[in-house]
């Protein structure tokens, strides 16, 4: 069985830094293409990011770029979202989800960790 | 970037009865495979979103056949033959041709009348 697991979600003072993780299991994690994908609180979804297989290639949403960085760990099972200068436009639940193949959205998806930007 | 356009944004809908909710790109989602890239998500309360349906039509494997999708170029409706009180609500849909990034609808949610 498909999980994912998320966590380092938290409080989060503007301008500050937070690192999400997500663990992956029931499959081979160097076989996917991986994505975090955002829900601001009663708002909608959005794409945040993701990256092939081997960590070669990541894309990221224009309002992220320079600010967060996606990476992952395979021998780990391992992905990752590292942010920094976080604002209030930030705070959401971040979701870790996999790629079927890129073009496809992603088919499985975690609980969710919250990030909460405020002073 | 792609702006996608879902609606209505609230649909109120009787228990058994059909109902259907229609996606607008601000351009066409034809791939130059000649694949279209149109995927729908479902959002229960309290839950993580779901895969429906990719490539326009396709519905993901546990998907009831009561759900399914249409459309081309840049008009795409999901739609649901007889609504159960489980499809109650958020769809989104999501456009995967012109990424970076994906770009998803307003969302539709779906309530029981």
């Known amino acids: 069985e498909v999980q994912l697991l998320e966590s380092g979600g938290g409080l989060v003072q503007p301008g500050g830094s937070l690192r999400l993780s997500c663990t992956a299991s029931?499959?081979?994690?160097?076989?996917?293409?991986m994505t975090w994908l955002r829900q601001a609180p009663g708002k909608g979804l959005e794409w945040v990011a993701n990256?092939?297989?081997?960590?070669?290639?990541?894309y990221y949403v224009d309002s992220v770029k320079g600010r967060f960085t996606i990476s992952r760990d395979n021998a780990k099972n391992s992905l990752y979202l590292q942010m920094n200068s976080v604002g209030a436009e930030d705070t959401a639940m971040y979701y870790c989800?996999?790629?079927?193949?890129?073009?496809?959205?992603?088919?499985?998806w975690g609980q969710g960790t919250l990030v909460t930007v405020s002073a | 970037d792609v702006v996608m356009t879902q609606s209505p944004l609230s649909l109120p809908v009787t228990l058994g009865q059909p109902a259907s909710i229609s996606c607008r790109s601000s351009?066409?989602?034809?791939?130059?495979?000649?694949?279209?890239?149109l995927n729908w998500f479902q959002q229960r309360p309290g839950q993580s979103p779901r895969r429906l349906i990719y490539?326009?039509?396709k519905r993901d494997s546990g998907v009831p056949d009561r759900f399914s999708g249409s459309g081309s170029g840049t008009d795409f409706t999901l739609k649901i033959s007889r609504v159960e009180a489980e499809d109650v609500g958020v769809y989104y849909c999501?456009?995967?041709?012109?990424?970076?990034?994906?770009?998803f609808g307003q969302g539709t949610k779906l309530e029981i009348k």
């Open positions: 989800a996999r790629d079927e193949y890129p073009h496809y959205g992603s088919n499985y």
């Open positions: 029931g499959f081979i994690f160097s076989n996917y293409w």
């Open positions: 990256i092939k297989e081997d960590g070669s290639q990541k």
């Open positions: 351009q066409s989602l034809v791939y130059s495979d000649g694949n279209t890239f």
């Open positions: 490539k326009v039509s």
């Open positions: 999501m456009q995967g041709t012109h990424w970076p990034p994906y770009t």
